[in-house]
């Protein structure tokens, strides 16, 4: 079982930058996949970005150029760098691992952007 804790969200104006932080409970070296999604109201959870433990990095059209995702093993966390928010970034941020083909969330953060 791992155990994902995300920080970082908040409040912003349009344009402003957060970095969410994703702690997990146990060494991330091992674990190839890890990823960040989100979920607007009133909609799906959908895909922004993930990271292997080899470094491919992988991010949705609609944050590519203004967010950057990293991992630091030493820390057993990964981030999520994001820049120029727009209001449409509005959404409950989760984090998640994939394990032994085992998908882990966190309980997710808030990031609302104001216009």
């Known amino acids: 079982q791992v155990e994902l804790v995300e920080s970082g969200g908040g409040f912003v104006q349009a344009g402003g930058s957060l970095r969410l932080s994703c702690a997990a409970s146990e060494s991330i070296f091992s674990i190839k996949y890890m990823g960040w999604y989100r979920q607007p109201p009133g909609k799906q959870r959908e895909h922004v970005a993930d990271?292997?433990?080899?470094?491919?990095?992988t991010y949705a059209d609609p944050v590519k150029g203004r967010f950057t995702i990293s991992r630091d093993s030493a820390k057993n966390t990964q981030y999520l760098q994001m820049n120029s928010l727009t209001p449409e970034d509005t959404a409950v941020y989760y984090c998640?691992?994939?394990?032994?083909?085992?998908?882990?969330w966190g309980q997710g953060t808030q990031v609302t952007v104001s216009v």
């Open positions: 998640q691992a994939v394990r032994g083909g085992t998908r882990y």
């Open positions: 990271i292997t433990n080899d470094g491919r990095i």
